[in-house]
């Protein structure tokens, strides 16, 4: 179950309107520091089963993110959000080259004054992130509001796996270092054979256009060469040139 709130200064914006038509439930509150306050509960992730996550996010125009930027009005506004939720997000809308062409902004300052906020550490100790977005327009904002909506009511959808770490290869000065290391990822691939099937094809690219009794070479029979053939058939599709394969 997802609870959404939303600032009743956000009304003129059309924001509540374009969530009534996604077919998004919110509530509209009097909100202090941000715009848009979300739960998520009960929601299963791993360690946390059954916990309340809440998302805070704040929206600025391009111009209205330089002001505040550079009178120092952010920097308390998000160091205020960091202190209320472990996951804040700011979002800025529009275009800030062009706030800053058009407010005669000196395109350094404005970055050097980001640098700034991101960098700042609390006296109090650590807190919670503030994540940075961008969108074109309100549109694209509700779409984000949308998108965590969805997120936070599949049970499935905030599960984070761990990632695959590759298999290292004994010459790390190898050209093909960076393939045989995808390839023995595979699982009952060694070295040696990884380099057999480069040997025979030259690069994964190659063997994405294979058949399975393509794939046959010195230590590949035709079990392991029908595996092969399945990953990457499975995973790259359209595969028309790559260098490196990475794992998801």
Known sequence: MTVIFIDNREGPS??????????????????TVYDVQIHGYPVGIQGINGAVLMYLIERKDA?????????GHLNQQLYNMSKVSKQSVLVIEGSLELAIEEGGYDRETIYSAMTGVFMRHSNEGERGNVSLLMVHDIMGFALLIKGVHKRLNDPNGLIRYPSVTLPDVSDKEDKYRSQLRSLMAFGGIGEEKARSLLRKHVSIANMCTK????????????????????????????VKSVDTVVLT
């Not at 059309?14 to 909100?31: A, F, H, K, N, S």
């Not at 990953?231 to 599709?237: D, R, S, T």
């Open 14 to 31: 059309m924001l509540p309107v374009i969530l009534t038509t996604m077919g998004i439930p919110y509530t509209m509150e009097q909100l």
């Open 211 to 238: 058949q399975p009794a393509d794939l046959i070479c010195e230590g590949i029979g035709l079990t392991t060469a029908k595996k092969i053939y399945d990953i990457l058939h499975k995973e790259y599709h359209e």
């Open 63 to 71: 111009l209205d993110f330089i002001q505040s930027l550079l009178s």
